[in-house]
């Protein structure tokens, strides 16, 4: 199972216009379900003058936790094809939402379903995709002669120390991505306990 995923970096925003129906999207990096409804209750907020505001969202590394909503919209005409771009770009922990001004004409579904897909792909054209690892955490404990040895280790791995404690026994709370955390581990034993 791969460690590596694929967001984008921060906010981009997408436009697209259909027979006068105007069509705003907005994507953003986000990492849990809670945070994926804050925005959309915030952004339904904003945009009360809208028709509809239709959003998809994917979370983890795994891509496992996902949903799309149609607001409104008839089924599989709004979230699914938001959700669809999200996929066909491999992107994680990322929720999309577009703003549906009407402009008097009916689209029909075919119609809805570009304007949806398009303003959503627009969104994702103007965002910084960065890919991340998925990261492990270890904690260890050792005896404070054997720091120099640790930390060596930690700096050699290039480890990320979450949190540390010195004193006559000391706490180290590491973070590495999971394909390194095997290697990580086995050194880490070996500079705690060299015979």
């Known amino acids: 199972m791969s460690d590596e995923y694929q967001t984008i970096a921060h906010k981009s925003e997408g436009t697209y216009s259909q027979l006068r129906s105007k069509f705003l999207a907005f994507a953003f990096p986000v990492r849990s379900v809670e945070e994926a409804m804050a925005l959309v209750d915030e952004h339904q907020r904003k945009y009360y003058d809208a028709r509809h505001v239709c959003w998809a969202y994917m979370l983890g590394a795994e891509r496992q936790i996902f949903r799309a909503n149609n607001n409104g919209e ?5 979230g699914k094809p938001i959700l669809g771009q999200i996929n066909s770009n491999n992107l994680t922990d990322i929720i999309i939402l577009v703003v549906r001004y009407f402009g008097g004409v009916k689209l029909g579904t075919s119609g809805l379903i570009t304007a949806y897909r398009t303003a959503a792909s627009e969104a994702i054209a103007a965002a910084e995709v960065v890919t991340r690892t998925v990261d492990e955490e270890y904690t260890l ?13 930690v700096h050699d791995m290039d480890a990320r120390i979450l949190s540390q404690s010195f004193d006559n026994d000391c706490s180290l709370t590491l973070s590495i991505r999971r394909s390194l955390m095997p290697q990580l581990k086995e050194k880490l034993q070996k500079a705690i306990s060299p015979f």
């Open 74 to 78: 008839p089924s599989g005409t709004a």
């Open 141 to 153: 404990t050792f005896e404070y002669p054997l720091m120099s040895a640790v930390m060596k280790v």
